[in-house]
């Protein structure tokens, strides 16, 4: 009998965790969808999500950069274009990278994400494509433009939050 309760007992914290995991996936969802700067202020780590989004494009950026050869030849006032451009990079993502500026995108674009409504069968539905890392990571992919975009969550508390967006190299090529 020990045995049996124990078993249901591990059972139902397995799908608590399971469970928690697709729920913040739908808020997630949810904020998106129906563009709701409170929830997205729950459930994304913007903090993270900013800085991890400043490296990739410092270093996109900087790449970029050395590989102009004209740049390159400007020496130290390439160093220093390069360093202000750095700062505007900086700056421009500070500024436009949270809640305000998601809603102000999703407001601007002028039409629903390109997505299903968030319901009870998207909530369920969410397994299917999370991909679990570890017992308190679990990432997805969106697929834009034939890239793949894997979104990563990480359990913060009882939470799970989004806090990084990997994008591929070439994904801001057009800059």
């Known amino acids: 009998m020990k045995k049996i309760s124990f078993l249901i007992l591990l059972v139902f914290f397995a799908f608590i965790y399971v469970f928690s995991a697709m729920h913040s996936f739908h808020q997630v969802h949810k904020s998106i969808y129906y563009n709701n700067k409170q929830i ?70 002028g039409k629903k994400p390109d997505m299903p409504e968030p319901s009870f069968a998207t909530l369920i539905g969410v397994i299917s494509i999370m991909k679990f890392d570890s017992l308190n990571t679990f990432h997805f992919n969106i697929e834009i433009n034939e890239n793949n975009i894997p979104v990563h969550f990480k359990r913060i508390g009882t939470k799970w939050k989004v806090v990084e967006i990997s994008f591929p190299e070439d994904f801001f090529k057009d800059l």
């Not at 900087?62 to 390159?72: F, Y």
Request: hydrophobic share 40%; net charge negative.
């Open 40 to 109: 997205s202020k729950n459930y994304i780590e913007w903090e993270q999500v900013r800085n991890n989004f400043k490296d990739f494009m410092n270093a996109s950026f900087l790449d970029k950069m050395s590989n102009d050869k004209e740049l390159g030849d400007l020496e130290e006032i390439g160093i220093l274009v390069t360093g202000l451009a750095s700062k505007f990079i900086e700056y421009a993502i500070d500024t436009y990278i949270n809640s305000d500026g998601l809603s102000v995108l999703l407001k601007n674009s």
